[in-house]
T-cell receptor, first 113, second 117 residues
């Protein structure tokens, strides 16, 4: 969905704990989802993606869960490190035709050393 | 992943002047490039999609005569902010994709910070 307001939701996590960042997407026709990490003053960096025919996908220290019934996406980061501090965006896409990626609002992750 | 560069990384200009931002895909041929704008503490908003050799497709509310996009080659797209005003100050980010990997696989540039005085 589109971003509204001037305040990013913030998640503060102790170093070493697991982080869970949630995202609600808007378009039930979306069939491809991506999580991006954006550090201050930089462009987004791809973390992990998932297609709508899956409900879970794992990467290195990260797991994405997809619940199409309630249009919800989550990113789990295991053993959170200070370098994980950034803003995390989910993005949705509809394959085929005019393809564009729509970014969610974003969540700021603060890792407490 | 693929490398996308932007130039300049930051620019300050006077109101009424035009500013050109370059986006280059350094190690692959980008059939499609996207331009986003990001205001502080907000998400990325897609401005336009450009395909090499054809006119850009602008999102609703984005003035095509103000934000000129040229995608003349498979490795270069430019965004020109014409007659810039303070409200155009923002972080402009491009991304590039090639048809082989699917448009979903976008590689983002580092962004260009524009400040209009």
């Amino acid at each position: 969905g589109e971003s509204v307001g001037l305040h990013l939701p913030t998640l503060s996590v102790q170093e070493g704990d697991n982080s869970i960042i949630n995202c609600a997407y808007s378009n039930s026709a979306s069939d491809y989802f991506i999580w991006y990490k954006q550090e201050s003053g930089k462009g987004p960096q791809f973390i992990i993606d998932i297609r709508s025919n899956m409900d879970k996908r794992q990467g290195q220290r990260v797991t994405v869960l997809l619940n199409k019934t309630v249009k919800h996406l989550s990113l789990q980061i295991a053993a959170t490190q200070p370098g994980d501090s950034a803003v995390y965006f989910c993005a949705e896409n509809i394959s085929g035709g005019y393809q564009k990626v729509t970014f969610g609002t974003g969540t700021k992750l603060q890792v407490i050393p | 992943g693929a490398v996308v560069s932007q130039h300049p990384s930051r620019v300050i200009c006077k109101s009424g002047t035009s500013v050109k931002i370059e986006c280059r895909s350094l190690d692959f041929q980008a059939t499609t490039m996207f331009w986003y704008r990001q205001f502080p503490k907000q998400s990325l908003m897609l401005m336009a999609t450009s395909n090499e050799g054809s006119k850009a497709t602008y999102e609703q509310g984005v003035e095509k005569d103000k934000f000129l996009i040229n995608h003349a080659s498979l490795t270069l797209s430019t965004l020109t902010v014409t007659s810039a005003h303070p409200e155009d100050s923002s972080f402009y980010i491009c991304s590039a994709a090639n048809g082989l990997a699917g448009v979903e696989t976008q590689y983002f540039g580092p962004g260009t910070r524009l400040l209009v005085l």
